[in-house]
């Protein structure tokens, strides 16, 4: 299109007759179109009123117009923090919707309810969130929840703090986590050497030389060591030849070892099969042999037999051939012998001859045929008994024979074993050599054979390609990270969740410093009550939400002493010093704003004589001149005091109670009559909790079950702790609404509204248990420091544990320089003691005649100006030389008020033998704030003569020395000194008005303890002889 | 909906110029004017296929080769420092490729990704969706898949709205009418803030849905093939985009412009005449045309003699077939260049064209 076409595109435009709609307008938009604002960056600058409304809107199914959103602009800062900032601190709350944060499950178990709450109300913010707390109440362990738990959520935190070592203390306990991935930016002044190693080791630096030196590097040696084992693993491939052929021969000499052994088992059957074998070797012959020689025996005694069973068949025959020649002889022997001639036998025998003479011949030779026969037999016996010895002799001889045999094989059988057993430790030797010989890493064959030759081959070769996979593993690994080098700076910055930084370091980091390229989810602020306004700003602008934590402003004690009961005629009593308000830092200012404080409700109970009085309005000593009082039409005794000024409408100030009238029924009367709730709360803000049942929000800590309860109205009720007609001891724990009764956590919210007049913006928490300090310790504290307000304590039973604070007087209590006035009794501390003047131990390094004062050796050491104390610092030493073996670096800390004499102690300590080589933090308390030791030593060092001198920086600097103690503190200092201090009214030295008071307050209660009337007086010791 | 005055609409050399750009596509008709769009921006779960990080590739393969998946055995193994390591492990988690449970362990996902080099993942993102504003006030608006780059902010009143329901409709419409429409296919769900939310979801403002009113200068041409094609006209010089259509609809392009559908009427032709007669001075008895016959791109104008001779005295541009008028009064309007043709004396047969 030329420039002449476009009147002419013109004048084609819409016809005259057509009206412009009042519906759609042209934008005057820019030639090339602007793509519109991401809703991720719109959604985040829009006030929560209209982020209430767009949520609203998209709930009932529509799309949000996103033209219609006003997104400030023409006058109003487009800058989101400073707009958040601008309407929290002038108050302009009302469309900032209450945050109700859910419970979170920590990780750090050990946190109170207290500090769960603030983690949780940190995470649930949308904007802002504000937590305070008292020194030692877990403000960092705190913090280092909220970061773990934004990073667990997959957030981005930027943690800052105006002190270095405050972050450092945050990221000391976050570092560990498995979920953090955090960065550590050094400030302007840092040095990484100065950090210590744990958080030197989590700068950006840092983070690329572990790239370099340990991933990078162990990648690479990763490689080398794999290419290596692959060597090794190639090299075993001839071994493997090696160790088959040995197993194999090692099985070979395996089987005939066994075979022989087989065969020695054997040998008995073989030699017998072989004895009885027809032919063989020579114990067949021998066998043969035997046989033989028993054969011809048998033989030899064989024939004998025959003969002499020829003979015997003689014998035998002749005598039977005897017998008929008995039967004939005998008769005619007997019938001659008895000389029967008258026989015939006789006769016979006379006729035949001589019959006896035969008879007795025949009997002669029957008695040497048996005699024969006799010896026969014995021949007989004898010749069987020779063939049995024959065969027995054979027998033996073949038994001998078998046996040698037997042995000679054995024998043979042992020869060849042992041959074997040689030939086997050979190959067992060489077996060893080549497992030897084998990679380190390889798995060797269980045993010399074959088959775990094979096994251990095959695991080889699985081994060898896992070898390989790993080594291409290695080197894929290798050079991806070669190549991802170079990039490794951004993926080291993406994949940082928390950065963590002095204040004045995020601005100039090469990192994370460009605002526009990192941004964060949420910013935590450590120690934000030092932070500007102006700070704050420029490091909130780079995320999203932020929670500041910071230290209470427990020197700020007007709500506190509004909850303090009052005594009577102490009501109308001014304040006791005027105070020149300092200016307050970001954090009291929106503390201010945004934290609903029950304690700052007007309401005051009181009791005038014997009646309890309920004031709902603070009143001034020029208003009560307007108070006019009536009494009840109803209820005569019932005395109200209307403040009546000129021109203004009348307000019910005051309500008086007849006398007995308990303070419940005082309520009662109250919310019934007059819709007034007045409240006493004993907390420092509102506590919400819910249940199935009912939704309690606290006001007071206390014990529900032991509470009266005060019905309000329906399914509300006001819990009331120690309640009696004193109007100084009851507390209002809270107040219970019952969700049968139909109330919810937003309805009852607008009801605390309506009739407390306060709003719980659910973004402010307190921390106010001490953790730190131990219990007797933590008393002391904050009776001395904070007016007690330190969260509730549980004293361990027993009074018969050492004081936990102890002052150490420089010079000693003598009875010539301080001796009490007032019957101090030999040993014995007293009550009310009192001390003369400053003992002017001090000494003013700039001034040569002091410097002349201290030790010659001492002087060179120390620094040309600032105040030191010899004799305190002696004594401080010699208290902890007294402690014995070199404490360690955690259980001893020692802060001097004055640099100088920090330098002092160390000069001295590093003197003395027994603490030479100890390490004891000896500083500032400025330069200590981040820490705290067991015990810590408190020089306050100012010993003047004459006049109240200040002491150190300031109050928040004492207040920040005594706070460093778990478990014991001992403070070193002139109790004249601190005398004449207390006593001094008004502005001195650098302290003005205000902070010289808040001084003499804390000097003061410290005095009280000295004098023997402190409220926990069992929890100081005054060491009189000047040593503990 | 009405058109403001001051909106611009193109001159006849812009559109005899644009109609000889358009040549190569044949068109059959012209309409041109301004796309009302809602641009409406809403979480989306889009499936992608992402390209593996070269650095959780390395991680993947480690773990897929460590036996040992604990965090301390992937970092003892690779070193490459437990927040990085943590970063890339959660990752790998939350996309599916890695799981953890008595130790890390690659998922069959997560192989295949090595494998593959890339994944697919349902990511919620917020994109934006554009609809063609409905013609009438009680049409729904008509999803329109468009190359926005020339698309100009606008201010609506009070009456412009979108129904989320508008934008689930589409996503639940078959898979055909996605495909005419060319709804983005990897778009599986679009999550309003009445969905479900589990823990790790995005937070509701993020699923709240965003409109913005849009109007992009166009010109529809409709083709001999009955394709509509939508080129966008740059805001700043009035140039056709003519090179690539910014949209493209084949069938079903009724539903989304049902008034290009049909031709406007005959008092809106005779309208667009007088319009362009005006300024000539072309008014009067015996000027006005006998006929006028829209035909494809031309508006045949029947002249009287009288008016033919006006023409012709004044070498009228609309005699060299260089004059174009606009029909309608609406944000599109149809374009049609003149063909004026002298009207027969009586009993003569056919028409001749002036020149």
Known sequence: MTPRDRPAFAAVSAPPRVAAPAAVRPSAGPAVPERPVCWDDLYPQLTPAQQAEVLAIARGGQAVQAARLTVPANGQSSDRVRRLLSAALAGRLADWMPVRAASVECLDVDLDASQREAVAKALATPDLCLIQGLPGS?????????????????????????????????????????????IRLLGREERIEQLPSAIAALTFDARLRHFEEHTLGAAR???????????????????????????????????????????????????????????????????????????????????????????????????SEMAPHFEEVRPLAEAKQRRQFWTGTWWKATLKGNPSSRLAELEVRQQELHKALADLGDESAALDRQREQAEADYQATRRQTIEQEIARRRADIDDRDAALRRDRDLVAEKWRLAVADLAPETAPPADPTPLAVERAVESWRRASLEDESQAACAREWAEGLAVLQSEWPKRVAASTNVVAAPLNAVAGDPH??????????????????????????????????????????????????????????????????????????LLPRLWDKLHADPRRLPYQWFAEGQRLGCRLHALSADQRSYLESEPVVDFPDIELRILARPRTAPILAEVLFPAGMSALGAKEYLFRELQELPVRAGGAGYHWSEDAAKIVVRLSEGDAAAASRLELEAGVRELLIDV????????????????????????????????????????TACLGIPHRSAPHLAVFLSDLLFANVYGPVTLPSGNGQPAPVEFVPVPALHHDSGKPENGRRNGVS???????????????????????????????????????????AQ??????????????????????????????????????????????????????RECEAKVVFVSLTRSHTHRAVAFGEGPRSLTLA??????????????????????????????????????????????????????????????ESGRA | MTVPAALAFPGARSLAGWWRQLAPCQPRSLWVGHLLLHRVEALAVVARSDRLDPLHRLVLQAMSRAPDGTLEGIEENLRPGRPLLGQALDS?????????????TVTERGRRALETGAYARAVPERRPFYFVHGERADSAPHFLHLDATLCLPWTADADWRFDAAWLADCLAQPEDWKQRFRFPPEVSQIVTINASQAADDPPPWRRVLVDRPERLPVALALTEDGRLLGFAVRPDNGTLQGDAPAFSLEEGWRDVFPRVADEPPAEDWLCAWHSWCQPRGLTGAGLDPVDLRPEGHRLIVTAPPKLMERLRSTRSDALRGEAWVLAGNGWLRRAAMLEVVEESPPGAAGDNAAE
């Open chain 1, 138 to 182: 877990g403000k960092s362990r705190v913090a280092a929840e909220i970061v773990t738990q934004a990073a667990i959520r997959g957030e981005r935190v930027l943690l800052v703090s105006p002190l270095a070592a405050a972050v450092d203390g945050v990221l000391e306990q976050v570092g560990p986590r498995d979920s953090v991935g955090a």
């Open chain 1, 221 to 319: 040696r990763q490689v080398e060591v794999a290419h290596q084992r692959h060597e090794r693993r190639q090299h075993d491939e001839a071994v493997w030849e090696r160790c088959r052929e040995l197993a194999d021969a090692q099985e070979r000499l395996r089987a005939e070892a066994v075979a022989l052994a087989e065969r020695r088992d054997r040998i008995g059957e073989e030699v017998a099969r072989d004895a009885d074998a027809p032919e063989g070797g020579p114990l067949v012959e021998a066998l043969a042999a035997s046989a033989r020689t028993r054969q011809d025996l048998l033989a030899v005694i064989a024939g004998k037999r025959d003969r002499l069973e020829k003979v015997r068949s003689g014998h035998v025959h002749e005598l």
């Open chain 1, 512 to 585: 994370f410093g460009d605002a526009t390229n990192s941004s964060f989810d949420l910013l935590v602020v450590e120690h934000a009550h030092l932070l500007a306004e102006a700070d704050f700003i420029a490091v909130a602008r780079r995320a999203r939400r932020w929670v500041l934590i910071g230290e209470a402003d427990f020197d700020d004690e007007e709500p506190r002493r509004a909850a303090e009961p009052r005594r009577h005629g102490e009501r109308d009593a001014p304040r006791p010093r005027p105070r020149i308000a300092p200016v307050p830092t």
């Open chain 1, 724 to 763: 009696g007609t004193d109007a100084s001891t009851w507390r209002t724990l809270g107040i219970e609404f019952d969700r049968a009764a139909d109330w919810d956590r937003a309805r009852a919210e607008t009801w605390l509204e309506r009739h407390l007049r306060f709003r719980d913006l659910g973004r």
């Open chain 1, 830 to 872: 007293p009550r009310g003691r009192s001390f003369r003047a400053g003992a002017g131990l001090e000494l003013d390094l700039a001034d040569p005649r002091s410097r002349d004062r201290l030790p010659a050796e001492l002087r060179p050491e120390l620094p040309a100006t600032g105040l030191v104390n010899f004799l305190e």
């Open chain 1, 875 to 928: 004594a401080l030493v010699r208290t902890l030389e007294s402690l014995g073996t070199p404490p360690e670096r955690s259980s001893v800390m020692v802060l001097a008020l004055y640099p100088a004499q920090a330098e002092l102690i160390r000069c001295l300590i590093r003197r003395c033998p027994v603490l030479a080589d100890a390490d004891i933090r000896v500083d500032v308390p400025a330069a200590l």
């Open chain 1, 962 to 1023: 005594m706070t460093r103690a778990r478990q014991r503190l001992i403070l070193f200092g002139d109790p004249g000194t601190l005398v004449r201090r207390g006593q001094w009214e008004g502005p001195v030295d650098h302290l003005d008005d205000a902070a010289a008071a808040r001084e003499r307050d804390l000097i003061n209660g410290l005095l009280r303890y000295l004098h023997g009337d402190g409220t926990h007086a069992h929890a100081f010791h005054l060491h």
């Open chain 2, 92 to 104: 790998l988690r939350s996309d599916g490729l890695a799981a953890f449970g008595a130790g890390w």
